[in-house]
Protein backbone atom coordinates (compact mmCIF):
# COMPACT_ATOMS: atom_id res chain seq x y z
CA UNK A 1 0.00 0.00 0.00
CA UNK A 2 0.95 4.14 -0.39
CA UNK A 3 2.67 5.61 2.44
CA UNK A 4 2.02 8.83 3.22
CA UNK A 5 3.81 11.55 5.14
CA UNK A 6 2.13 14.07 6.86
CA UNK A 7 3.66 17.26 8.46
CA UNK A 8 3.85 18.42 10.94
CA UNK A 9 2.56 16.23 13.45
CA UNK A 10 1.66 18.84 15.66
CA UNK A 11 1.54 22.52 16.20
CA UNK A 12 0.36 25.00 18.34
CA UNK A 13 -1.17 28.32 16.96
CA UNK A 14 -1.76 31.93 17.77
CA UNK A 15 -5.61 32.37 16.36
CA UNK A 16 -5.90 34.53 13.67
CA UNK A 17 -2.71 33.14 12.17
CA UNK A 18 -2.56 30.29 9.47
CA UNK A 19 -1.12 26.80 9.14
CA UNK A 20 -0.24 24.57 5.87
CA UNK A 21 -0.03 20.95 6.60
CA UNK A 22 1.08 19.30 3.59
CA UNK A 23 1.11 15.50 2.52
CA UNK A 24 3.60 13.82 0.51
CA UNK A 25 2.66 10.07 -1.04
CA UNK A 26 4.82 7.61 -2.03
CA UNK A 27 3.34 6.44 -5.58
CA UNK A 28 1.13 8.89 -8.35
CA UNK A 29 -2.55 9.23 -7.19
CA UNK A 30 -5.40 10.81 -9.06
CA UNK A 31 -7.37 11.79 -5.93
CA UNK A 32 -6.47 13.35 -2.26
CA UNK A 33 -9.11 13.23 0.34
CA UNK A 34 -8.54 15.85 3.35
CA UNK A 35 -10.14 14.80 6.12
CA UNK A 36 -10.69 16.21 9.90
CA UNK A 37 -11.45 14.22 13.05
CA UNK A 38 -12.59 16.65 16.18
CA UNK A 39 -11.51 15.77 19.76
CA UNK A 40 -13.18 12.37 20.45
CA UNK A 41 -15.29 12.41 17.30
CA UNK A 42 -15.40 10.58 14.20
CA UNK A 43 -13.66 11.60 10.91
CA UNK A 44 -15.63 14.53 8.38
CA UNK A 45 -14.64 14.86 4.56
CA UNK A 46 -13.72 18.22 4.31
CA UNK A 47 -12.57 18.23 0.78
CA UNK A 48 -11.21 15.72 -2.52
CA UNK A 49 -8.10 17.14 -4.53
CA UNK A 50 -7.48 16.25 -7.53
CA UNK A 51 -4.26 17.54 -9.60
CA UNK A 52 -5.08 20.07 -12.51
CA UNK A 53 -8.00 21.41 -10.69
CA UNK A 54 -9.63 23.01 -7.78
CA UNK A 55 -10.60 20.70 -5.03
CA UNK A 56 -14.31 19.76 -4.49
CA UNK A 57 -15.32 20.92 -0.93
CA UNK A 58 -18.22 19.34 1.44
CA UNK A 59 -21.00 21.22 3.00
CA UNK A 60 -19.49 23.27 6.04
CA UNK A 61 -16.24 23.23 4.12
CA UNK A 62 -15.33 26.34 1.89
CA UNK A 63 -12.03 27.64 0.07
CA UNK A 64 -11.17 30.43 1.48
CA UNK A 65 -11.30 29.03 5.28
CA UNK A 66 -9.77 26.15 3.91
CA UNK A 67 -7.56 26.38 0.56
CA UNK A 68 -5.84 23.49 -0.72
CA UNK A 69 -3.22 22.91 -3.61
CA UNK A 70 -2.39 19.68 -5.37
CA UNK A 71 0.40 20.74 -7.46
CA UNK A 72 1.00 17.38 -8.64
CA UNK A 73 0.09 13.94 -8.28
CA UNK A 74 2.01 12.76 -5.50
CA UNK A 75 1.79 15.94 -3.19
CA UNK A 76 -0.99 18.06 -1.62
CA UNK A 77 -1.50 21.23 0.60
CA UNK A 78 -3.96 22.23 3.15
CA UNK A 79 -4.11 25.66 4.64
CA UNK A 80 -6.44 26.68 7.90
CA UNK A 81 -7.04 30.19 7.68
CA UNK A 82 -7.48 32.74 10.24
CA UNK A 83 -7.50 30.20 12.61
CA UNK A 84 -9.85 30.23 15.85
CA UNK A 85 -10.20 27.64 19.05
CA UNK A 86 -12.81 25.80 17.29
CA UNK A 87 -10.47 24.39 14.59
CA UNK A 88 -8.49 22.82 16.91
CA UNK A 89 -8.42 19.21 15.59
CA UNK A 90 -6.83 16.48 14.04
CA UNK A 91 -6.14 16.82 10.12
CA UNK A 92 -5.39 13.92 8.18
CA UNK A 93 -5.01 13.28 4.21
CA UNK A 94 -6.21 10.15 2.64
CA UNK A 95 -5.48 8.41 -0.84
CA UNK A 96 -6.64 4.86 -2.39
CA UNK A 97 -3.38 3.48 -3.38
CA UNK A 98 -5.40 1.13 -5.53
CA UNK A 99 -5.48 -2.00 -3.17
CA UNK A 100 -5.87 -2.83 0.80
CA UNK A 101 -8.16 -0.02 1.30
CA UNK A 102 -7.50 3.62 1.33
CA UNK A 103 -4.39 4.77 3.37
CA UNK A 104 -4.59 7.46 5.59
CA UNK A 105 -1.40 9.88 6.64
CA UNK A 106 -0.86 9.99 10.53
CA UNK A 107 -2.52 13.59 11.03
CA UNK A 108 -1.44 16.51 12.24
CA UNK A 109 -2.86 17.81 15.73
CA UNK A 110 -3.46 21.29 15.49
CA UNK A 111 -3.88 23.33 18.74
CA UNK A 112 -5.36 26.95 18.74
CA UNK A 113 -5.28 29.42 21.29
CA UNK B 1 -24.16 7.15 0.66
CA UNK B 2 -25.32 4.25 2.60
CA UNK B 3 -25.69 5.11 6.48
CA UNK B 4 -23.64 2.87 8.96
CA UNK B 5 -24.99 1.95 12.62
CA UNK B 6 -22.63 0.50 15.31
CA UNK B 7 -22.15 0.17 18.61
CA UNK B 8 -20.55 2.95 20.24
CA UNK B 9 -18.63 1.06 22.61
CA UNK B 10 -17.62 -3.02 23.41
CA UNK B 11 -16.02 -3.92 26.27
CA UNK B 12 -13.64 -7.68 25.76
CA UNK B 13 -10.94 -9.67 28.08
CA UNK B 14 -7.97 -11.10 26.12
CA UNK B 15 -7.76 -13.71 24.35
CA UNK B 16 -11.49 -13.73 23.92
CA UNK B 17 -13.41 -13.03 20.17
CA UNK B 18 -15.21 -9.91 19.61
CA UNK B 19 -17.93 -9.53 16.80
CA UNK B 20 -18.45 -5.75 16.46
CA UNK B 21 -21.77 -5.55 14.39
CA UNK B 22 -22.51 -2.60 11.98
CA UNK B 23 -26.37 -2.25 10.43
CA UNK B 24 -26.47 -0.65 6.85
CA UNK B 25 -29.98 -0.96 5.80
CA UNK B 26 -29.67 1.37 3.01
CA UNK B 27 -26.77 -0.70 1.03
CA UNK B 28 -26.65 0.07 -2.35
CA UNK B 29 -26.31 -3.25 -5.10
CA UNK B 30 -22.53 -1.88 -5.69
CA UNK B 31 -21.31 -1.24 -2.46
CA UNK B 32 -18.83 -2.68 -0.91
CA UNK B 33 -18.02 -3.02 3.31
CA UNK B 34 -14.94 -2.01 4.61
CA UNK B 35 -13.77 -1.85 7.81
CA UNK B 36 -11.06 0.37 9.30
CA UNK B 37 -8.89 0.62 12.49
CA UNK B 38 -8.07 3.95 14.21
CA UNK B 39 -5.26 3.66 17.00
CA UNK B 40 -5.14 6.94 18.96
CA UNK B 41 -3.07 9.39 17.28
CA UNK B 42 -3.24 7.48 13.77
CA UNK B 43 -4.94 7.76 11.07
CA UNK B 44 -7.02 4.70 10.40
CA UNK B 45 -5.99 1.80 9.01
CA UNK B 46 -7.83 -1.21 6.38
CA UNK B 47 -8.61 -4.16 8.31
CA UNK B 48 -10.83 -5.66 5.56
CA UNK B 49 -13.26 -5.71 2.86
CA UNK B 50 -16.01 -7.42 1.44
CA UNK B 51 -19.10 -7.78 -0.56
CA UNK B 52 -20.77 -10.99 0.45
CA UNK B 53 -20.60 -14.14 2.48
CA UNK B 54 -17.62 -14.37 4.31
CA UNK B 55 -14.12 -12.39 4.11
CA UNK B 56 -11.00 -14.00 6.14
CA UNK B 57 -7.73 -12.56 6.52
CA UNK B 58 -4.26 -12.65 8.79
CA UNK B 59 -6.49 -9.64 11.56
CA UNK B 60 -9.78 -10.51 10.69
CA UNK B 61 -13.08 -12.31 9.32
CA UNK B 62 -16.17 -10.36 8.55
CA UNK B 63 -19.41 -11.99 8.00
CA UNK B 64 -22.19 -10.45 5.44
CA UNK B 65 -25.50 -12.08 5.23
CA UNK B 66 -27.33 -12.33 1.87
CA UNK B 67 -29.51 -9.22 2.34
CA UNK B 68 -26.45 -7.58 2.74
CA UNK B 69 -28.17 -5.18 5.41
CA UNK B 70 -25.68 -5.44 8.21
CA UNK B 71 -21.83 -6.95 8.37
CA UNK B 72 -20.07 -8.36 11.50
CA UNK B 73 -16.30 -7.58 11.94
CA UNK B 74 -15.12 -10.69 14.19
CA UNK B 75 -11.82 -9.98 16.07
CA UNK B 76 -10.49 -13.85 17.08
CA UNK B 77 -8.42 -13.59 20.22
CA UNK B 78 -8.11 -9.86 21.02
CA UNK B 79 -5.32 -8.59 22.77
CA UNK B 80 -4.35 -5.68 24.56
CA UNK B 81 -3.53 -4.14 21.53
CA UNK B 82 -6.64 -4.22 19.44
CA UNK B 83 -8.12 -1.44 21.55
CA UNK B 84 -9.24 0.49 19.34
CA UNK B 85 -11.74 2.35 17.48
CA UNK B 86 -13.08 0.07 14.77
CA UNK B 87 -15.41 1.96 11.98
CA UNK B 88 -17.60 0.37 9.47
CA UNK B 89 -18.20 1.99 5.89
CA UNK B 90 -20.14 1.08 2.89
CA UNK B 91 -19.22 2.34 -0.42
CA UNK B 92 -17.33 1.92 -3.64
CA UNK B 93 -14.47 -0.49 -2.63
CA UNK B 94 -10.83 0.67 -2.75
CA UNK B 95 -8.57 -0.50 -5.83
CA UNK B 96 -11.10 -0.17 -8.66
CA UNK B 97 -9.62 2.73 -10.46
CA UNK B 98 -12.26 5.33 -9.08
CA UNK B 99 -11.48 7.09 -5.84
CA UNK B 100 -14.55 8.25 -3.36
CA UNK B 101 -14.80 9.84 -0.56
CA UNK B 102 -15.56 7.86 2.70
CA UNK B 103 -18.53 8.58 5.19
CA UNK B 104 -17.30 7.83 8.44
CA UNK B 105 -20.18 6.57 11.14
CA UNK B 106 -19.29 7.19 14.77
CA UNK B 107 -17.53 3.94 15.06
CA UNK B 108 -17.17 0.97 17.82
CA UNK B 109 -14.93 2.06 21.02
CA UNK B 110 -13.26 -1.65 21.69
CA UNK B 111 -11.26 -1.62 25.03
CA UNK B 112 -9.48 -4.65 25.83
CA UNK B 113 -8.29 -5.84 29.69
CA UNK B 114 -6.76 -8.33 31.15
Known amino acids: SAVISQKPSRDICQRGTSLTIQCQVD?????MFWYRQQPGQSLTLIATANQGSEATYESGFVIDKFPISRPNLTFSTLTVSNMSPEDSSIYLC??????????FGSGTRLTVV | LAKTTQPISMDSYEGQEVNITCSHNNIATNDYITWYQQFPSQGPRFIIQ???TKVTNEVASLFIPADRKSSTLSLPRVSLSDTAVYYCLVGVPSGTGTASKLTFGTGTRLQVTL
Open chain 1, 27 to 31: SQVTM
Open chain 1, 94 to 103: SVDPGNYGYT
Open chain 2, 50 to 52: GYK
